[in-house]
């Protein structure tokens, strides 16, 4: 289903006694969940924040696309009863049901993945980070996600919201006890490593370009 045709979709429907509400057809696939906000309405709409294609906004929405779909949805979860603490996304969040919101969480799993490599990576980070979220900010499993891709505003508010206990339900405390000794110069180091756009390298050469 084109994106063209759900935004027409949506705004037909829209016009027609407005978005949410319980109309079945904003909670018809995680993709229109996406663009419609599913039965919150417009104004819960992920695009909105997350972007057209899950990139993030490249400050506090963080990329979510490519990311594990268990892992989105855990998230979600999370939001909902209070392990990560954040007003909006726990409004939005708890008016999706179950099915929503593994719907939305294998829509956005399923998109192609907006970085591979963080920019830059530090000492601190291999001692740090590497062995779960991979030498390149890659993610190492579904539960050790990607940190290439995200912003350095992002990364810097998760390190401090695990410090502050905002951010919970990591079942070894391995994040907070990692980031609770961390200096807030180390923080912002490693928050730093996200602030080169990453560019994809280029394939080589074709035999007709070589001649």
């Not at 979709?9 to 978005?19: D, K, V």
């Not at 994040?175 to 730093?192: C, H, T």
Request: with cysteine; charged share 20%.
């Amino acid at each position: 289903m084109s994106r063209r045709f759900i935004i027409l979709t949506f705004a037909l429907l829209s016009a027609c006694g407005g978005a949410g509400g319980g109309n079945e057809a904003f909670r018809a696939s995680g993709e229109v969940i996406a663009f419609s906000g599913g039965d919150g309405g417009t104004e819960h709409a992920c695009i909105a924040c997350h972007g057209l294609r899950g990139e993030g906004d490249g400050r506090l929405a963080p990329r979510l696309a490519g990311l594990d779909a268990g892992y989105l949805h855990r998230q979600l979860d999370d939001y909902a009863n209070g392990r990560r603490q954040h007003s909006e996304m726990r409004a939005i969040v708890r008016r999706l049901s179950g099915e929503d919101r593994e719907k939305v969480s294998a829509y956005y799993a399923a998109l192609p993945p907006t970085a591979a490599a963080l920019p830059q990576t530090s000492a601190l980070y291999d001692e740090q980070c590497a062995q779960c979220h991979g030498a390149k900010g890659e993610g190492i499993g579904p539960a050790n996600p990607p940190l290439a891709g995200q912003s350095a505003a992002y990364i810097k508010a998760q390190l401090e919201a695990w410090r502050s206990g905002k951010r919970r339900g990591d079942p070894l405390g391995e994040m907070l006890a990692i980031s609770r000794a961390l200096s807030p110069a180390e923080v912002q180091l490693l928050a730093s490593h996200a602030d080169a756009p990453y560019s994809p390298p280029r394939p080589p050469p074709g035999p007709e370009a070589s001649r």
